[in-house]
């Protein structure tokens, strides 16, 4: 990471239909309250990550995950950073919040900020090539033998780290929250680290 006095950009990737990676992505809002770092959002895909594969994961046959991170990436193309910032705190809020079904997601887009006719796009392919662009730019780091989320940081002296994770079940706040990214670089950046399991996923609690 940058000096104490400095603010760092940190890279993070995620399918925003991931609940545990909501938790993730709220831990790292906390994070930038009590570290100096700035979080940069990109877009990667469950669907395309688990392509070819004979079982599905997901849960999806029909190929629902697809729509959200097609809007998602057109968000960010089109809008940038603060655009596609809002829209995950808005659409996060809605489908992980408070458990709820299938989203209002025109509503989602006005309240955000941004037009709510955006939501055709979640039904075209043709915004698929934006969906893998920046999805093989979060997978290249660590590899296709993870999922979401990706987290991608400098330390000091300039080494670029990137790792799957961290899941989490609930979201640390204050200092809590700083702790587990002082050590999240810490474990992350020693030479060789490839992996850290902790007990069976609990559900996702969203306060």
Same mark, same amino acid.
């Given at each position: 990471?940058?000096?104490?006095? &400095?603010?760092?950009?940190?890279?993070?990737?995620?399918?925003?239909?991931? /609940?545990?990676? +909501?938790?993730?992505?709220? +831990?790292?809002? &906390?994070?930038?309250?009590? *570290?100096?770092?700035? !979080?940069?959002?990109? !877009?990667?895909?469950?669907?395309?990550?688990?392509?070819?594969?004979?079982?599905?994961? &997901?849960?999806?046959? &029909?190929? #629902?995950?697809?729509? /959200?991170?097609?809007l998602?990436? !057109?968000?960010?193309?089109?809008?940038?950073?603060?655009?596609?910032? *809002?829209?995950?705190?808005?659409?996060?809020?809605?489908? =992980?919040?408070?458990?709820?079904?299938?989203?209002?997601?025109?509503?989602? $887009?006005?309240?955000?900020?941004?037009?709510?006719? $955006?939501?055709?796009?979640?039904?075209?392919?043709? #915004?698929?090539? $934006?969906?893998?662009e920046?999805?093989?730019a979060? %997978?290249?780091?660590?590899?296709? =033998?993870?999922?979401?989320? %990706?987290?991608?940081?400098?330390?000091?002296?300039?080494?670029?780290?990137?790792?799957?994770?961290?899941?989490?079940s609930?979201?640390? =706040?204050?200092?809590?929250?700083?702790?587990? +990214?002082?050590?999240?670089?810490? !474990?992350?950046?020693?030479?060789?680290?490839?992996?850290?399991?902790g007990?069976? =996923?609990?559900?996702?609690?969203?306060?």
């Amino acid at each position: 990471m940058a000096g104490a006095d &400095e603010v760092g950009a940190v890279d993070f990737w995620f399918d925003p239909s991931c /609940p545990y990676t +909501w938790i993730t992505a709220r +831990w790292l809002r &906390e994070v930038e309250r009590v *570290r100096p770092v700035r !979080v940069r959002w990109h !877009v990667m895909s469950l669907s395309v990550l688990n392509e070819g594969r004979d079982d599905d994961p &997901e849960g999806d046959p &029909e190929g #629902y995950l697809w729509g /959200p991170v097609r809007l998602f990436a !057109v968000v960010a193309q089109r809008y940038g950073q603060d655009a596609l910032a *809002r829209l995950y705190a808005t659409y996060g809020t809605s489908v =992980h919040g408070t458990g709820g079904g299938w989203p209002d997601v025109a509503a989602i $887009l006005v309240e955000a900020g941004l037009p709510g006719r $955006l939501v055709e796009v979640m039904e075209s392919t043709g #915004y698929d090539g $934006l969906v893998r662009e920046s999805h093989e730019a979060g %997978i290249s780091l660590v590899g296709p =033998h993870v999922g979401t989320p %990706i987290v991608a940081a400098e330390l000091p002296g300039g080494r670029r780290i990137a790792c799957f994770g961290p899941v989490i079940s609930r979201v640390p =706040h204050g200092e809590e929250a700083g702790r587990l +990214w002082d050590g999240t670089l810490l !474990v992350a950046g020693v030479p060789g680290f490839h992996e850290l399991k902790g007990r069976p =996923h609990e559900p996702p609690v969203p306060g």
